[in-house]
């Protein structure tokens, strides 16, 4: 793959346009003016958001898309890929024929961020999506007309991105596939650092080099030291960029530290510190100590960038979250329906936590209340890799439901499904049942939900699809037996 798109006129082709960060990149361009198209192998509420707003959109991949794109225009156009395009994709062969400048979607977001003077890069294992979606948030309540590229879908601007006319970008950097070295930011943030994506990386080692990498490239850092991998490989005396540091600890030595937290079902108030001194009082709409982090790092950056406090915390105490990420979708018969994008064992057991707050919440109302935890595993690769801590990761949910495992493309090694990661979790918690489609856990869970429940679907893959349907299986039957048989 080639390593400068071009963005002043050239046509551009995303190959999978539909995708949550493709779509991204594709709306920011077509606010530009620039003659886009794309395809996907099915329709969705992106690509028909993106057509009506003038891109050209194919409904499958296929060479002919190339072969009429190359008839259309006088030169070729510049050919976008995601990961998840191999070269074996019909259309991907059809543009190496046609002699196309094939890029890969980092760069086009590495383009971008060189035109920003004041661009702000959201790095980390978990939490990007949540701590971009703050800071771009807090920049536009703010008045500072940020440009926004996130992972996730949020109702403040309407979708994944947002163009804004001003110096600040704030983007989602993904270290998935190692494309997080192509960033230089003003502003580099990292949240965390753990082993995630097996299927790309063979050690912590190997993600933490990316890390090192990317830190190199910034102007300025901001890391949480509660991370013991930044903590240990990234201390401020081994860098050469300036670095703010932030921590939930107060006994850390950190730039940005809390103290007096209050967790509840409705979110969590804490003091700010700044440098040991108070900053005043934050009220946060988002449940539990992962949130709380994720909202001090959007603090440090709205400090660096010069606003008042008052003025941060006003904005932080409405931002009402992303897409996926702690989505309430819905309550009927008393029963509330949660869709989170967590897949990786530390971000359920924190996910969990925060249930478990909503869940106590729901006690004061209910005569009982219970976390139900639907997991819908995502990718053999990570199943196989993080096994034992599977099986340790939902001690905070009463009952738990497990599907097989969502492929994300991966070959089935034959050596993992659903069921033994089912039986795994049962070593270690007494209420575990496996039904493997989405049509046993829509199923199993009509005759087993009841009033007070909060229920957590888990996973990156499309287990969420299922919710509309329960919630409206609810919403017009009668109330659900209160009695639980696992199988």
Known sequence: MQSAVDLGGRPIHFIGIGGIGMSALAHILLKRQLPISGSDVRANHITQKLESQGARIFSRQEATNIKQLCQDSSAP????????IHEDNPEY??????????????????ALMQEFSQSIAIAGTHGKTTTSSLVGYLLLKASLDPTIIVGGEVAAWGGNARTGDSPYLVAEADESDGSLVKFFPHIGVITNIELDH?????????????????????????????????????????????????????????????????YSGQGTIVDILERGESLGSLELPLLGEHNLSNALAAVAIGRYVGLEFPTIAEALQTFSGAKRRFEIYGEAQGICLIDDYAHHPSEIQVTLASAKLQAQAAAATYSQSRVVAVFQPHRYSRAITFFQEFSQSFQDADLVVVT?????????????????????????????????TLANVIDFLQGHLQSGDVVLFLGAGDLNRIIPDLLAHYQVSSKPSPEVVLQ
Do not use: W
């Open 77 to 84: 156009p510049q050919v976008i890929c995601s990961t998840a």
């Open 93 to 110: 062969q059809a543009a190496v024929q046609a002699g196309c400048p094939i890029f890969h979607r980092s760069d086009v977001l590495a």
């Open 198 to 262: 097996p299927d790309h990386y063979t050690s912590l080692d190997q993600v933490v080099g990316i890390f090192e990498q990317f830190v190199d490239h910034c102007h300025t850092l901001i890391v949480s030291v509660d991370c013991p991998t930044i903590a240990d490989r990234f201390p401020m005396s081994a860098t050469d960029q300036p670095m703010i540091t932030y921590s939930l600890n107060a006994e850390m030595s950190a730039d940005y530290t809390v103290q007096n937290i209050e």
């Open 404 to 436: 097989d495992i969502y492929s994300a493309g991966e070959a089935n090694p034959g050596i993992i499904d659903g069921q033994k990661l089912a039986n795994a979790i049962t070593s270690n918690h007494s209420a575990v049942t496996y039904q493997p």
